[in-house]
């Protein structure tokens, strides 16, 4: 079935949501292909339909034109993300030929690439839009995870068994981790890679947490955050970390989930 | 003279000489059974000590204890004389300890080397006016020195006083109840700090003193100062040396702490009242040994103004040093360890010995270290002579000496390996079996030569005592290994 909209601001939106809805209410997959092409009409829609339908029989589709967005959109029954990356390549194959493909393709699929709410639907349209003039290539949507501000960490601490603990918890989260043993280790690595946040112990030989953390807020402008993650437990320990421009502070013995909910915390907030 | 006399017209002076040798034969076998049965009784003691200990540190948490609000503030002084090559080293090793509120006080005894200037560089100090107490009369302090970027760290620059002067202008510019004092070529492990205030803790009324275990660090690796490769001396001499400082540590301060007679507090590590070493005026300066000195001050402060007070040992806080590993200067520290202990023995223990008022210090720890320790010399040389009367006069033949020989040797080699076995029992510092091979072999390589010098050097230094000399010697200071 193809439908056809037109001059109707927000209707794209509103129309993919509530198909992914009805759909995801039955609980199956769906899909969505979109893409910023040139403007289409419903003879082209239709042979667009039947074009896909010769390779893929048991597809059961939606096509859209949005002409104020001058976007298409189609929605896929049941398929998932592999499925409907599959799909889009007929797609692009017949938009290409067609002379109509104006830049990249977005492919994604509810619910393994997100949540269908409003915003993530809004966030995939906008995607399109601004794809135009991108080179034809498929891109693969994904809503952006938590931690979007934040994606790389720096371990220092003397403790082996810490650093180790830390960084493979963090990794499985998805975040690249360096680790430091010392606080001039740690400044030589963080110069070089500029990792997106420092995880620190206070108690460092050769350059201790409190110049680290001075160091590391100081050299990026406020912008480097800093965790201090300590043995020591005394008020003036706390009271100094901040005043240097430390984040948040964290003490031994501890829990990495509670860690790990610090460092979620952080990117949502910046 | 009327019975020498006797004798001489007589003409039985051979006689007499008899009489004389059976008559220290008498006292020496007292003396050998008297000495063997404290031994043993102070083993007796360390053994029962060892599984309560071992209990304890199993136990402790000490991790969490380390950055606590509980434990007490300490300021540690670390005096400093020519100490170029490795003060920089031990300073951040000291910065970085685990435990919360402690300041670090280095004084300069007035080094000829480049000692100030290094750490001034180092760590960018810069002259300040504090306000500091005069607790005690000190050598003029040319300057004290800070960075806020190392808000726990003074510098002192003092004109030179020895190392009890040094100890003495620290304690007037510290600013914390307990101090601590640590050799300045010493490594002090990351949790000792925290260890020995646990022990502090038991009892922070009464604990006047709380003293470190103190090892050997030569041939294993030191990285960031921290020790990593607990490895046995490769060398003879600080081999040697490390079993006996394992019995020394291990098989008796354990057992002399247990009945509060520990008459030293190793002034390579040790925790103290402040103000009971101030009541007692300090460390005393001009001569070595102040370490024990203080103890003993200590211990009198206490038991004449019945203060009830412990001198605790904590033989889990592990202050690593470097054993000399030349003869010369081996023989240069023992000399001055036996100068120092006359001393003491004739300035303060004289006072105190077989005195009720002075309890067990004055009635078992005292007369111990007099009789067994400090005469020790005259009593071995006197019988090497005897022995040779006795071969000369026919008073004995050979099997009686090898059977001596043998008991004597077994009865002190037992001891040994009673200290192996709390090491390996309740620290098993040494990971590895050959380690322990090497330990068991030195302990019986000891009573070949070693044992027999260090009583040379003790006499040396009681004849430098005489001599009025009154130098501290030769210490070459190396790098650690890394």
Known sequence: MAVFIRDRHGELTRQLLQMTHV?????????????????????????????????????????????????????LEERKFAATHYTSLIVKDFLENHGLLQGQLVVASFPE?????????????????KARGEEKEIRLFIEQPAHQGISSILIVDTDEVVREFVRLHLELEGYTVYEAKDGAEALAIYSEAVPDLVITELNLPIVDGYQLINKITKASANKGKVIVLTGKQLADHLNRSFELGAIDFVTKPFSISELQWRIKKLGEWR | MKFIEYYLQTDSWLHFLRELLLGYGYFAMYYVVVITLIYYLIFALSIRQTFPLKRGIQYNRIKKLS???????????????????????????????????????????????????????????????????????TEKVRGIYYNPEYPTLYFIDKENGGKADSLNAG?????????????????????????????????????????????????????????????FPKKLLPALQNVEYIKAFLGGRIGW?????????????????????????????????????????????CLENKIPYRVAFCP???????????????????????????????EEGIHMVFRPKYKVFGLLTLPYNIL??????????TGLLAILGYWLLNMTDWQTLVVFALVNFFS???????????????????PRLSDLNKMLLYSFLMFLGYRQLGVLWRFLGHIDYLRNNNTWGTMVRTRFNK
């Open chain 2, 372 to 381: 067994f320790e400090t005469l020790n010399p005259y009593v071995r040389i």
């Open chain 1, 23 to 75: 759909i995801r209410d039955r609980h199956q997959p769906c899909g969505v292909i979109l893409a910023p092409s040139a403007n289409i009409n419903q003879q082209t829609l239709d042979q667009l339909e039947s074009f896909v339908s010769q390779s893929e029989t048991e597809l059961a589709a939606k096509y859209l034109f949005d002409d104020h967005n001058m976007v298409f959109a189609m929605i």
């Open chain 2, 412 to 430: 002190c080699f037992i001891l040994s390996l009673g200290a192996l076995f709390i090491e390996e029992a309740a620290f098993s510092r040494y």
């Open chain 2, 171 to 231: 304690i007037n510019l510290s600013h914390y109840p307990l101090i601590s004092t640590i050799d300045a070529d010493s490594l002090l492990e990351k949790d000792a700090l925290t260890r020995i205030a646990r022990v502090y803790l038991e009892n922070p009324e009464d604990t006047v003193a709380v003293g470190g275990n103190v090892r050997i660090v030569n041939s294993c690796t030191v990285e960031d100062g921290i020790v990593k490769n607990v490895r």
């Open chain 2, 257 to 301: 702490s247990a009945i509060n007679g520990l008459i030293i507090v190793s002034g390579a590590f040790g925790v103290f009242q402040k103000d009971k070493v101030i009541a007692v005026k300090g460390y005393r300066g001009g001569y070595p040994g102040e370490d024990m000195n203080i103890v003993i001050k200590l211990h009198r402060y």
């Open chain 2, 67 to 137: 950055g606590s609000k509980h434990l007490p503030a300490v300021s540690l002084l670390v005096p400093a004389y020519n100490e170029e090559l490795t003060i920089i080293e031990n300073v951040r090793s000291l910065l970085a300890l685990n435990y919360p509120k402690y300041e670090v006080i280095v004084i300069n005894d007035g080094s000829t080397d480049n000692t100030f200037q290094v750490m001034v560089d180092e760590f960018k100090l810069e002259k300040i006016n504090p306000i500091v107490a005069d607790h005690i009369q």
């Open chain 2, 316 to 346: 889990d806080a592990v202050c690593w040093t470097q054993a000399p590993d030349t003869y010369r200067i081996l023989s240069s520290q023992r000399k001055r360890w036996g100068r120092g202990n006359l001393k003491n023995m004739i």
């Open chain 1, 113 to 129: 690439c997100g949540e269908p709410t409003e915003s993530t639907v809004s966030q995939l349209i906008e995607l399109a839009a």
